[in-house]
């Protein structure tokens, strides 16, 4: 019975979810039941993409890529998937008509993580990121406007704005382990091994002004959507707060983060703005 093995692929995406990312599952947890299941399947999906590039170091990375890519492929188009992660996304995307661009975007951005270790230019540092984050805040949106491509177009640039913010927050914060685990350089124009306070000033006010723009847009999505949007903004928010006045030496040293605490005090904070109706 097909609908019992997508019971079996959903549970997978949700574990895969909660084991990889805390903040990110907690936040899920604050989406409406009728949307939730459907995040998790676009995590599970991402989130496997990324372990290929970054993890399987005693793999061929680029052939399990490519199996993964023609299995991606088929799942799509077949509208099934032996591998569960990918049934659960790919029921994701056929039920809202998730664009196959995004997707591809996605796709490439991954297997620049293959090959490419710098980013030199402006340019090539926001195409990256369009297809590493950008896009997937894009799946999300029309999961969160339950397909309506009006309500998506006017939410668009916001959600793009605030993909874009969540990944150079993760940059930022993950200085040390791709410079030295990895061996990349995502800010262009930028000697990591010099990283200055002004460098890092100016990486944080683009940043910033990224967050100002994803706000605005937050404040305009669906009710099933909002708190744990906000919920999540708010926590990277914080993460850039502390990395903010963290001296730069000391984040090229070491992995920031938000205290579990604090995780707890900023949960309780964005629930009482959402049902005063503050947002």
Known sequence: MKALF?????ACSVKVTKAYSTSFSSAVKMLAPSIRQDIYNIYGFVRFA?????SFHDYNKELLFEKFEKELEDAIQDKISLNP????????VNKYNISH???????????????KQEYKTTEEYH?????????????CLMVFVNGDEKKYEELKESAMKLGSAFQKV??????????????????PNTDLNKLTETSKKEIIDDIEADFK????G?????????????????????????LKTTPSTEIKNTRIRVPDYEKAELLARCYVKYRLNLL
């Open 85 to 92: 992660i990918l049934n659960s996304f790919q029921h994701t």
């Open 127 to 139: 195409e990256y990121i369009y297809g590493s984050a950008d896009v997937v805040g894009l799946m």
């Open 50 to 54: 990324d372990e290929i590039v970054d």
């Open 170 to 187: 993760n940059f930022l914060r993950d200085l040390k382990a791709d410079f030295e685990g990895l061996n990349r350089t995502y800010f």
């Open 101 to 115: 661009d995004l997707i591809g975007a996605f796709m490439k951005s991954m297997k620049l993580d293959l090959v």
């Open 218 to 242: 937050i404040l305009r999505l669906p009710i099933e959507a909002k708190f744990g949007v906000y919920t999540a903004y708010r926590y990277y928010k914080r993460l850039l707060k502390r």
């Open 6 to 10: 997508d019971t079996v692929s959903f």
């Open 213 to 216: 723009m994803a706000y605005e």
